[in-house]
């Protein structure tokens, strides 16, 4: 009787241990989904309103940029960095919120940038390149470049290339690294030009009619501006040759086509005038080796 009694007693008090265990462990998994939901739910709320703010940031950052008149490429480039630097940033405050470390997306997020940075080196250096060249505008599409060793005019201007097309038709590709780094002559850039054209002359010609002939030319060609200085000087002397030139300005549009007529002009108004232009002459001298 007294046995069964203890028995009893051992029961109960394993039943009420195990009920009070199973009261905590409910408790405790009562307090963590109030908790849990709780965060789930506050995320839920700054998710929603962050994405409201986002969308607002990212419309006056569109109009801030359209105000700055910059090209398009450039303004689609960066709103998409900012929305993608709003959206990671909400991300993280997101994971927070619900209790989750971000120090391991952080991290990773860190690694990863790294990683695709040093892969992208040359590329991100062309890219950041073509940025610059959009947003302050040394050449534009349209201009006559002179840059890395080549010329032409500007047929496009991309986010990593920069197209050339050249006088022959060919097409000269340039990554934009390479022309933020470099010196870029752009011949375009002012509307009025300077024609310089050199042309020599025998030490025995008259320098003051060879100059007389040559003002003449100027005064009949109708694309040189006359409100800008001309004009007409001895510029070296040379071994063979006296070397004049002559300095007139034009129309940026007009500027080939200025020089190819002065010079040929000169030419010929230089023979028909009797003055010599001066060439290379090479003296061959025979001997016999049976003459003494």
């Known amino acids: 009787m007294v046995g069964e009694q203890i028995a009893t007693a051992q029961v109960a008090d394993t039943v009420q241990a195990n009920v009070s265990h199973f009261e905590k462990v409910l408790d405790t998994v009562i307090d963590y989904g109030l908790k849990l939901g709780k965060n789930i739910l506050l995320a839920v709320i700054v ?36 929305k993608i630097g709003l959206y990671v940033l909400l991300f993280i405050a997101v994971v927070s919120i619900l209790g989750i470390p971000t120090t391991t997306f952080v991290t990773l997020f860190g690694t990863v ?17 073509g ?18 060793g080549d010329e032409g005019t500007v047929a496009g ?35 009025k030009r300077r024609v310089d054209v050199q042309v020599g002359i025998s030490y ?30 001895v510029a070296s002397l040379d071994a063979s040759q006296v070397t004049l030139e002559t300095r007139v300005w034009v129309n940026s549009d ?16 230089l023979d028909a005038n009797g003055i010599e232009i001066p060439f290379n002459q090479l003296s061959v001298t025979i001997k016999n080796p049976q003459e003494k």
Do not use: H
């Open 47 to 82: 998710y929603f309103i962050a994405a409201r703010l986002i969308k607002w940031v990212l419309k006056l950052t569109t109009k801030a940029l359209n105000k700055g008149k910059l090209e398009p490429m450039v303004v689609k480039f960066v709103y998409s960095i900012v």
């Open 113 to 129: 940038t790294l990683s695709v940075g040093l892969a992208l080196q040359g590329s991100l250096a062309n890219l950041a390149g």
């Open 131 to 148: 940025v610059l060249i959009l947003i302050f505008k040394p050449f534009k599409v349209g201009d006559y470049i002179v840059a890395c």
């Open 157 to 191: 201007i991309d986010v990593f290339y920069t197209k050339l097309a050249t006088v022959d038709n060919k097409v000269i590709v340039i990554p934009n690294g390479t022309l933020a780094n470099s010196s870029v002559k752009n011949v375009s850039a002012m509307d």
């Open 204 to 233: 025995e010609s008259d320098i003051a009619a060879a100059k007389s002939v040559l003002m003449e030319i100027i005064n009949k060609n109708e694309n040189v501006l006359r409100d800008k200085p001309i004009n007409v000087f």
């Open 254 to 269: 007009k500027y080939w086509d200025t020089k190819w007529a002065l010079t040929e002009q000169y030419k010929l108004a």
